[in-house]
């Protein structure tokens, strides 16, 4: 096991979304059930909160919880890690909100799950309001076999990048389509799955090793009422970050609705002008 690792030595390298859940399942190669989910962009204290409340207007802490659970009951998994953006202030952890991520994860804990977080761009003084029992990783990330899981503001660590498969979240991204009973403002989250042309040398030293991974996955926003980004308007703001420029852009994209609907190759006017597939 790496020093950044999970668990014990496992090749994890079977990396499948969850039939309608914004919701990674990470499980050793030959296996159906254990390994680990993955969730990302959690946001706990979406909101504002007010005196007498337990939580803000809008967190969904206990129905992400829950659904975290359901699935975990189904694929008989060993843990959760959350690749990032568990709580949304950037700054800061007032008492509400240091109780609504300590419950949260102490929810999943008294299940008998392990839980791991990689810090987001949101998680300043995160760990003051995590139970001792979550791991912490740095943000670079971390592995589990040949798995890379990080957040995607922060370069990942040099041994990510040596995964066979990267695992990222940070951009919320979503599709506008025709409103729904599921989707009234006409904005569906969705997955991107990345596939990486052979790495080439570098002819220079540079700081940070090459990308050797074979594709990336980049999650759909686990709480629902985040912002979503639509891949199909003219320019996503969110999008203009590393994770879009240097791994995005950098291979043939296609994107899927959380139910498994194929939207096919994303063609976004960036991509043309770098000359993406």
């Given at each position: 096991?790496?020093?950044?690792?999970?668990?014990?030595?496992?090749?994890?390298?079977?990396?499948?979304?969850?039939?309608?859940?914004?919701?990674?399942?990470?499980?050793?190669?030959?296996?159906?059930?254990?390994?680990?989910?993955?969730?990302?962009?959690?946001?706990?204290?979406?909101?504002?909160?007010?005196?007498?409340?337990?939580?803000?207007?809008?967190?969904?802490?206990?129905?992400?919880?829950?659904?975290?659970?359901?699935?975990?009951?189904?694929?008989?998994?060993?843990?959760?890690?959350?690749?990032?953006?568990?709580?949304?202030?950037?700054?800061?952890?007032?008492?509400?909100?240091?109780?609504?991520?300590?419950?949260?994860?102490?929810?999943l804990l008294s299940a008998g799950l392990s839980v791991d977080a990689v810090p987001g761009n949101h998680d300043?003084?995160?760990?003051?309001?995590?139970?001792?029992?979550?791991?912490?990783?740095?943000?670079?990330?971390?592995?589990?076999?040949?798995?890379?899981?990080?957040?995607?503001?922060?370069?990942?660590?040099?041994?990510?990048?040596?995964?066979?498969?990267?695992?990222?979240?940070?951009?919320?991204?979503?599709?506008?389509?025709?409103?729904?009973?599921?989707?009234?403002?006409?904005?569906?989250?969705?997955?991107?799955?990345?596939?990486?042309?052979?790495?080439?040398?570098?002819?220079?030293?540079?700081?940070?090793?090459?990308?050797?991974?074979?594709?990336?996955?980049?999650?759909?926003?686990?709480?629902?009422?985040?912002?979503?980004?639509?891949?199909?308007?003219s320019a996503p703001a969110r999008f203009r970050t590393f994770l879009w420029k240097r791994f995005v852009l950098?291979?043939?994209?296609?994107?899927?609705?959380?139910?498994?609907?194929?939207?096919?190759?994303?063609?976004?006017?960036?991509?043309?002008?770098?000359?993406?597939?």
């Open positions: 096991m790496e020093a950044s690792g999970v668990g014990g030595p496992v090749e994890a390298e079977k990396v499948r979304p969850v039939p309608g859940h914004p919701i990674l399942h990470v499980t050793p190669t030959g296996a159906s059930e254990g390994g680990w989910l993955v969730a990302a962009d959690a946001h706990l204290g979406l909101g504002s909160f007010h005196p007498g409340q337990p939580s803000p207007p809008g967190s969904r802490a206990e129905e992400m919880a829950e659904e975290l659970l359901n699935v975990a009951r189904r694929t008989r998994v060993r843990g959760v890690i959350f690749a990032g953006d568990l709580k949304q202030p950037i700054v800061g952890m007032s008492p509400p909100l240091r109780r609504e991520v300590f419950d949260f994860c102490a929810t300043v003084g995160l760990a003051r309001g995590l139970p001792r029992e979550v791991r912490l990783h740095p943000v670079g990330g971390l592995r589990v076999g040949k798995v890379g899981i990080f957040h995607g503001h922060a370069w990942p660590s040099n041994p990510v990048l040596r995964s066979t498969t990267l695992v990222a979240g940070h951009l919320h991204p979503g599709f506008r389509l025709a409103p729904s009973p599921t989707g009234p403002g006409g904005k569906s989250r969705c997955w991107l799955r990345v596939e990486f042309p052979p790495p080439v040398p570098a002819r220079r030293r540079r700081k940070h090793g090459p990308i050797l991974a074979r594709e990336l996955v980049v999650m759909p926003a686990l709480n629902p009422l985040t912002g979503t980004e639509s891949l199909n308007r950098r291979g043939a994209t296609r994107a899927y609705l959380l139910d498994g609907t194929d939207l096919g190759p994303l063609r976004h006017p960036s991509m043309a002008a770098t000359g993406s597939r």
